[in-house]
């Protein structure tokens, strides 16, 4: 038997044939691209719309206040504001990392982060700073903008900040 034989047969595009898989004959049905079911020529219901994601997506909803945050007029600067407060204030505590002065320039990262969450709460349309719904972002650069506050604290040498229940679990889980 060649092996040509044991491949299903093309079908046009667009169609699919609804055989069983195991090979037993069935009523000729075919869905076109409307998601109609014709059987044998005669005309059927509409089927019902399918919840799953098509194969290739054609559209992508904007996140909860992605839009401009200045009128389209504007320089592509000025329509990114909030955005590029947050990224100059997270490089300026990279310089000032960079500079030697660890604990102030993670500090000012940290309030960045934390100024993106409350631009993202205050503001109905905050540009590219928009990522997800406003719930996700918010608790994004709120938990990251606190954990990176917190931590350069609490950074040695001389920490600013002491935590007395966090010297007991390190001497716990180091023995």
Known sequence: MPAEADEPAAEPAGQRSAAPPNGAAAPSVTAGLNG???????????AARSRRFPLITRDTARPE?????ASGAAPAPARQWP??????????????VALDAFRAGTIL????LLAGALLRWALPEVGMLAVRSRFTDMLTYGV????????????????????????????????
């Open 65 to 69: 206040g992605g839009g401009r945050a």
């Open 83 to 96: 955005l590029l407060v947050v990224m100059a204030g997270v490089g300026v505590g990279l310089l000032v």
């Open 36 to 46: 109609a079911a014709a059987h044998n020529g005669a005309a059927a219901p509409p």
């Open 109 to 112: 990262v940290g309030l960045s």
């Open 144 to 175: 990251l903008g606190s954990a990176i506050v917190l931590l350069s604290l609490m950074a040695q040498p001389k920490p600013w900040l002491k935590v007395p229940f966090l010297e007991d679990v390190v001497h716990f889980t180091v023995r």
